[in-house]
Every structure is written in C-alpha cells, then in structure tokens.
C-alpha cells in the first residue's frame, strides 16, 4: 500500500501564481515525520521542512507554507508568488517509526512547472 | 551544500559489470541511507548504515550490498549489472540512527548499457 500519495503528477503555473502542493500519507503510527523535498533538474535532494506528528501548527519561510493537518492526513505545500526558479519536482515523504526506523517512504513527486 | 558528497556523480558502465558508489556523510553524522530513483520505482529506501552496523533494509536486491567503514563512509557495491538498474543512487547522513533530518548528496546517477 502506498504510504505517500501525491496524486497531483504535473502542475503549470504562470508566474507570480499561488500553488498547493497535495500529499496524503497513511500510517498507524503516532509518532511520525514528514517531509518535504525540492529535486530541481540539476538532480540533488533539497530538504525543506521536517514536521512531526505532535507538531500541527502550520509552518510558513518565506513564500512557502505547510498546511499539517491529522484529520485528514494531508501534509499540503503552498508556494506563494511563485518564481521559475520553483521549477522542480517535489516530494512528499514520511518517517513512520514502527517497524520501519530511519527509513522514508516518498510519494511519486510532482513536477511543478512555473512559466514566465 | 548538504555536507554529504557522493562519488562518482556519473557511471555509465556495460551490463553484468560491477561497481562501487561512494557516500561520505555529514561530519559528526553516524547514520547513512542508500535510496535509489528510477523511472518505475521512484525514490525507494535500499539500506541503512549506524555507525558502521546495518540497521535497517529495504528493497536491495541480492546483488547489492553495502557498508560503512570506521571513518563512516560508506559504499554500495551493484553487481551483475542489468540494464534496469540504470538509475540515480542517492545517499543520505543523519546524526542518529532514527531518520529525523536526513540530508542527501547529489546522488550518482548510473546508466547500464
């Protein structure tokens, strides 16, 4: 079963555009990290925020926000004003604990494209 | 700059060869992890390294295996190349042995022809 889903593969934006990143993740744990990721196309991994599980207060850096929210089990990205210099890939991914210690499990990415 | 270098950032190499990738983590890290990102699997965990002792294992095939060495690097060695296992090899340094920040190289990126 799929613990991360990023359901939304490609998005388009034009610049200066708000967009929501969405990512659903599944676990039985209480205690959990999740994670977001930046991959431009250079290729690298770039860390972006770790929340935990006890941890629901929204996050905000600059033009990028965290929308944490149990209930539901969305851990949703919001990049605000976005730039083309956002253009990468973004995963989501979770740090589950149980039986799975120090492992992430990453959803499928979604490819955020900004236009001039 | 993450702190984790990884070599060599690109192989290309024939099938049924070996090689070996080379991780060396975050200075006061003790913890490394091997993903690898492929077209069909995207990011998948393969192996986890605490200080010098395999911790945690994922979907790493027989031919692959890995160690961490007393300095802490590591190194994942991919046997038997098969064209499938074309793909970015990542790894990634935590202090401890729970994943709380891990932070990646630039991944080796291998292509098998």
């Known amino acids: 079963a799929q613990k991360v889903t990023q359901a939304q593969t490609e998005i388009s934006v034009v610049e200066k555009e708000d967009v929501t990143l969405d990512c659903v993740y599944e676990t039985r744990d209480t205690t959990y990290y999740l994670f977001w990721y930046k991959q431009p196309p250079s290729g690298e991994l770039v860390f972006l925020i770790r929340r935990n599980s006890f941890d629901e207060q929204n996050e905000i850096s600059g033009r990028y926000s965290w929308n944490f929210q149990k209930s539901t089990s969305s851990f949703n990205f919001t990049i605000t004003a976005s730039q083309v210099v956002d253009s990468a890939v973004y995963f989501c991914?979770?740090?589950?604990?149980?039986?799975?210690?120090?492992?992430?499990?990453f959803g499928r990415g979604t490819q955020l494209t900004v236009w001039p | 700059d993450s702190g984790v270098t990884q070599t060599p950032k690109h192989l290309i190499t024939a099938t049924g060869q070996r090689v070996t990738l080379r991780c060396s983590p975050r200075s006061g890290d003790l913890s490394v992890y091997w993903y690898q990102q492929s077209l069909d699997q995207g990011l998948q965990f393969l192996i986890q390294y605490y200080n010098g002792e395999e911790r945690a294992k994922g979907n790493i095939l027989e031919r692959f295996s890995a160690q961490q060495f007393p300095d802490l690097h590591s190194e994942l060695n991919l046997s038997s190349l098969e064209l499938g296992d074309s793909a970015l090899y990542f790894c990634a340094s935590s202090v401890g042995p729970m994943n709380t920040e891990a932070f990646f190289g630039q991944g080796t990126r291998l292509t098998v022809v």
């Open positions: 991914a979770l740090d589950d604990r149980g039986s799975t210690l120090g492992r992430l499990y």
